[in-house]
């Protein structure tokens, strides 16, 4: 089992060594502290204020940081490059002067939406002649300014000229739209005066008090404008100098983390007069080992191994092979096993593996996937647990390239369309790739990978069954095994003995299939009173077969996505053809690369998609099924995650 056993134990210590014993804790990452009924008194306030500052620091120089910046801050750290990095670095320097700079852009940026607003009502009124500050109103008349639609205005002033003579308008500005006009009113015309133009639309315009006229005003506004845009760059420009400092931030982030979650820790710690205790889960086969470095430390550290509170359950760590762990992506979408529970993910990796190369069925894509990956793992150099899904898709890409090739798929092309040295001739005269077997353009190929999806499907389904079997088996529960596990493989052994019966022994093929029938029946009953034992199990059988044939179905989805892969890939090809034969040579080859590669590589990124939701699919529901509950807990251990 891939699951690894854990213990809960209790590390005992002189109180005087607290802080040593978690800063060791702490270094060896091997412990998942459980909760204590000791509440400590712990302020996390300071740590998580200065996380906060961290944060709004990583975050403000990651918008105007290099893509070289960018990369330095992204890359694997040491233990000893991130204290270097937090003891070195001016980290409260870096913030502070950042919260400055926010603070004078954000002053800047209000008073930038203020002069730029009053530029706006200003502009069309750049020819008033008046300065800003006169008085509008004087004893005996009014000055109105305000705005009317340019196609009123003359019928406007007709009106006021027949019924007030004594108004004066002065046109400060006009467009096809709206004219900006001043009219110099008599105090005991502005009551008929606002009634007449109230009619033609008119709007009065307020005009912003200043020293000088309107375009005096408008000229002191744009250089204003300009110093306060200037002043947005140069704060800028100090961003992106100071965003050299990202990686190291980040570094001091991580830092941050390890002290807040040594607080944590602290507040785990039960403590008496003398002594301070830490419970938690750890590997059982890493007990020995920490406890030697313990003793290191100092004599006065003990473990013991305790026995875990009622209803606990132990955290679930999973550990398999380089070769699978890759296919440990595959179970976590899912979900952990329970602890006692086994790690389904060695029996999921060939079906899974096998199932992507069957729904792609093409070499070419496979091979394409296989060096996009390859590639990215080799210049990020991760390690196969750090980088699970990526090494998963390497892994599918090199199996996908060797499945398909039987299948003779390469692009979406025809053996037609490819030199004679890469094609073979076959005895009917039908041209096919070299290492083609099968033909999924005419029947017998399609009919070949549908009867091979459905005896994958049955195989798997089959293999579940025996893995809960199994489970039960090695639990102790071997008869509820055998009756409601194993009947069902002594009826598959059943049917294909009676379907491949030699005909010397036709006449007794049949027996054996009866006696699996009634073992199954009775099995299916398992758990009831023996009365009713054969009527439940008879619903049983008529159950599992109805879902066995449901399931069965649901593998057809391989031949599905394996033909639909093809047609898509010669849909691509068909398009760049033919739109390259409507243009001269000279831009039809190019234009072909191009719709030929873009088109490929949405291809193979939708159907990889495809491929890996699917197979996906039939490991959680046609697979997990038959014997996988799920709902485990992760472990995580007190560590420093660099």
Known sequence: MAVVTMQKVAIIAEKSLKEDLLETMHREGVLEISESNHVGEVDHTEVKFRAADLQFAVQTLKNVASKNTLAAADKMVTESSILEASLHTDIRGIVDELHKLETSDTEAEKKLQELTQTHEILLPWSKYP??????????????????????????CNEELKKELP?????????????????FHVWKKDFSRFSEIVAKFGWTVQTLPEAKGTAQETLEELTVEIKKLKHLKEKNNKERVRLSVELPNLRKAQKFLGWLDEKQAARESLAETH??????????????????????????????????????????VLLKNSKLITPFQSVTNLYGMPMYNEMDPTRALSPFFILYFALCLTDSGYGAVIALLTGLLLLKTKQSVEEATLVW????????????????????GLMPSQVPL??????????????????????????????????????????????LAGMHKWIHGQKAAAFWMDFTNHIMLGAVIFALLAPESIQSIKMYPLYIALALMIWGKGYGTKWFLRPIVGLLGVVNFSIGMLSNTLSYLRILALGLVTGALAMAVNQVAVELGNLFPIFIAIPLIVTIFVVGHLVSIALNAL????????????????????GGGRQYSPFSRRT
Not at 166 to 182: D, F, G, P, Q, Y
Not at 610 to 625: A, C, N, T, V
């Open 392 to 411: 998963l898709l390497f892994m599918s890409g090199i199996v996908t390239f060797f499945v398909s090739i039987p299948f003779g798929g390469w692009f």
């Open 166 to 182: 004594r108004i004066e308008l002065l046109i400060v500005n006009n467009n096809e739209r709206e004219t900006s006009i001043t």
């Open 274 to 315: 003398g002594t301070v205790t830490l419970l938690g889960w750890m590997p059982k086969k890493q007990i020995v080992l920490l406890e030697s470095r313990l003793q290191k430390l100092s004599p006065a550290i003990m473990i013991l191994k305790v026995k875990p509170d009622e209803g606990e359950g132990a955290p």
């Open 610 to 629: 495809g491929s890996f939701i699917h197979s996906g699919r039939l490991q959680f529901i046609e697979f997990f099924g038959q014997f996988f509950e």
């Open 421 to 466: 040295f890469l094609t073979k001739e076959t005895v009917d005269g039908a041209l096919l790739f070299r290492g083609q077997v099968w033909d999924l353009t005419v029947e017998s190929g399609i009919t070949f990978l549908q009867n091979l999806s459905i005896v994958l499907g049955l195989t798997h389904l089959f293999f579940g069954m025996f």
């Open 130 to 155: 008046y300065l800003l500050s006169q008085k509008k109103e004087t004893t005996t008349t009014i000055v109105e300014t305000g705005i009317l639609p340019t196609a009123n205005l003359e019928e």
